[in-house]
């Protein structure tokens, strides 16, 4: 399984990012899939999540409004779609699949808001 993270930068605070996760190695079309991030000095925290059919999602509170996850089965990736960001947003982003009871993670982009 390989989950290859992109799409990470410098930023201004109010400017927007998109994040992208290509992956291989698991049915995409029908793996649960995720956004985390993990700032200096903080534990990774989940920020967004897609089920398989990309039916439901799920942001965490600071993101609701702001962020977009979405998926596309056809080119086998995960995107989050980030509007709005802030200097609380600065963390690496790593993308995650759960596939037959194991976590999956990509190699994570670093996103850097600056006020």
């Known amino acids: 399984v390989q989950l290859q993270a992109s799409g990470g930068g410098l930023v201004q605070a109010g400017g927007s990012l998109r994040l992208s996760c290509k992956a291989s190695?698991?049915?995409?079309?029908?793996?649960?899939l995720a956004w985390y991030r993990q700032a200096p000095g903080k534990q990774r925290e989940l920020v967004a999540s897609i089920t398989s059919s990309g039916d439901s999602t799920y942001y965490t509170d600071s993101v609701k409004g702001r962020f977009t996850i979405s998926k596309d089965n056809i080119r086998r990736t995960l995107y989050l779609h980030m509007n709005s960001l802030n200097a609380e947003d600065t963390a690496v982003y790593y993308c995650?699949?759960?596939?037959?009871?194991?976590?999956?993670w990509g190699q994570g982009t670093q996103v850097t808001v600056s006020s």
């Open positions: 190695g698991i049915i995409f079309a029908i793996t649960p």
């Open positions: 995650n699949a759960v596939s037959r009871g194991t976590d999956f």
